[in-house]
């Protein structure tokens, strides 16, 4: 009797312990999975698995859901069903789909791990970056029976190194001095590239504070521009003009919806924006120099990524905008010193011109005393009046050309390119030159070849450059005592793309180290000299896009050259 009962007792018992550690182990896998989709969806890699000959997905984990935007049709992780092969084409995103397709082709047919990359594009219009890793499971005829992998979500990765190289090339195009709006432009289009829909603006404030002006947003629909153009700052006005108003940022997630759009909400709404953040663009003393925007085309909360890139933009547009209005001063006070030095060249000019204006004056009386005598003959010579006529109509002309010339040097204005004829230019600075160097007995010779193209540059600003160059010429040779007085100044082709205008001199040259200094501001050979006339002249040159130097002479004194750029191709 007793072992009937006790193989009753004991068979209970191994069931029990059975279910206790099926139990544990299904715990415990649920654990590991549960670890696994943590893991996964912390790094935003998912796993997958395809046949390759039926085309079907044969596991999908929780995160390859995730990422491609559908909802696991299982009640749960264990009995998650994938979605087909053709509805996860229709997410990779509709310029990537043919390379995807060829990229898996390729690596069916090479039968060895590979990798790919592609985007995808949601319904709602969520644009991500994937990094694919993929493993081929051969059967036992060495055919590939099975492709599994990971896809790991690289979107921010992504855009950060995007922005990343975005911020370089703004800061380059900051260093080399390009337009201001073409800086702003860039920096907009990168911000542009962050996010599909997205659309950047800059606006400048204007100097009474009052306005803001549209500075840059390449993707803004230009009708909007226009109407918003100027925009008046204010407690109500919109993100933008809201924001420059209280010198802060104004976060406005639906335009239809806010009472800072009122007035604006219809128009803004008819060209497709929704949604606009924008933020003051300050000055490191805290001044408001504009203001950076983010418009969407929905109602949009603006997420800790579009935050970080409106301070980064608006940091950049700081930058640029700062640079350019530093550029701006310096380029007027760069003005201001060349009208100096040319009133400082006319000055010591002036008997010279003086005594130039007088011989053309003194034969316009000449010929005039002439003419009323031929007039008044009987019978009168009318073949001789008008001769004289003709020669008191050139000398007034010679005049009045003199006067111009000093007028113009005069003058304060903006640089105005156009095509220069160098070999002209040189021939109208010689008469402004020659008494000056009459009075200390230089020679001045030309050598100017013709048929040498134009070159795009400000007449006026050319003219004094080489002015400077041969009063400084005339001057290196006014003290000697003996020797050749020589001042030489040709022109000469240098290459295909250069023209080069020399000025040569027998002066006494260079003193050792006297080169290396000679363009620095505030440096000068001359005891009355301001220092200012080369560093001004190599402004000038640099601004044309040219280069100016000396080398001394082999025998004696030393020749100025500056190269300027062939402007039309064009030959005069």
């Known amino acids: 009797m007793s072992g009937p009962n006790t193989t009753r007792e004991v068979v209970p018992e191994r069931e029990s312990r059975g279910v206790t550690e099926l139990k544990t182990s299904v715990e415990a896998l649920q654990r590991i999975r549960s670890y696994l989709d943590d893991g996964q969806r912390l790094t935003k890699t998912g796993s997958w698995a395809w046949n390759p000959k039926t085309r079907e997905n044969l596991f999908w984990s929780l995160e390859i859901f995730r990422i491609f935007g559908f909802t696991p049709a299982g009640d749960s992780p264990e009995f998650l069903f994938p979605i087909s092969f053709w509805q996860t084409i229709e997410r990779v995103h509709p310029d990537d789909r043919i390379a995807f397709q060829a990229r898996l082709e390729q690596g069916l047919r090479e039968k060895k791990d590979f990798e790919r990359d592609f985007r995808v594009l949601l319904p709602d219009g969520t644009l991500k970056y994937i990094h694919s890793f993929v493993h081929p499971v051969f059967d036992s005829a060495g055919e590939v029976c099975e492709l599994i992998g990971t896809a790991m979500d690289v979107t921010e990765r992504k855009l950060a190194d995007s922005l990343l190289t975005a911020e370089k090339r703004v800061l380059e195009l900051i260093a080399r001095g390009s337009p201001l709006a073409a800086v702003l432009n860039q920096l907009c289009s990168a911000a542009d590239e962050q996010a599909p829909g ?82 003051p663009i300050r000055s490191t003393a805290g001044k408001v120099l504009g203001t950076f925007a983010l418009y969407y085309g929905k109602p949009h ?184 007085r020589v001042v030489r100044i040709r022109t000469e082709r240098a290459g295909p793309e250069e023209i080069v205008v020399a000025v040569s001199d027998t002066g006494a040259g260079l003193a050792e180290g006297e080169k290396e200094r000679l363009f620095k501001a505030f440096y000068t050979t001359k005891p009355n000299g301001l220092g200012m006339g080369l560093s001004i002249s190599r402004t000038i040159i640099e601004s044309h896009g040219g280069r100016i130097w000396v080398e001394p002479n082999r025998e004696r004194g030393v020749t100025f050259r500056f190269a300027l750029p062939v402007g039309s191709g064009e030959t005069l």
């Open 198 to 279: 997205l659309i950047s603006t800059i606006l400048l404030m204007d100097k009474d504070e009052r306005r803001l002006w549209p500075a840059a947003g390449p993707h803004m629909p230009a009708a909007w521009t226009e109407l918003i153009t100027p925009l008046a700052i204010g407690p109500n006005a919109g993100s933008c003009g809201t924001a420059a108003y209280r010198r802060e940022p104004v976060i406005v997630t639906d335009i239809a919806a806010d009472p800072l759009w009122r007035g604006y909400a219809d128009a803004a709404e008819s060209h497709g924006l929704r949604a606009c953040w924008s933020t």
């Open 301 to 484: 909360r603006p997420e800790p990524r579009d935050l970080q890139l409106i301070d980064r933009a608006t940091h950049l547009a700081q930058i640029a905008i700062e640079r350019d209005r530093t550029q701006e001063s310096l380029r007027e006070t760069q003005l201001n010193l060349a009208r100096v030095a040319r009133i400082t060249t006319v000055g010591e000019l002036t008997a010279a011109i003086a005594h130039e204006v007088n011989q053309p004056l003194a034969a316009i009386e000449t010929n005039a005393d002439a003419c009323l005598r031929w007039l008044g003959a009987d019978p009168p010579d009318l073949k001789e009046a008008r001769l004289a006529a003709s020669w008191i109509a050139e000398d007034a002309e010679r005049t009045a050309a003199i006067i111009r010339h000093v007028r113009d040097l005069l003058r304060k204005e903006q640089a105005v390119f156009a095509a220069v004829d160098l070999n002209g230019l040189v021939r109208e600075v010689l008469p402004l030159v020659q008494p000056e160097a009459a009075k200390h007995g230089v020679s001045l010779q030309t050598d100017l070849p013709p048929g040498l193209p134009v070159i795009a540059g400000d007449k006026i600003e050319l003219e004094q450059v080489v002015l400077n160059l041969v009063l400084n010429a005339i001057d290196a040779i006014a003290g000697l005592e003996s020797g050749p």
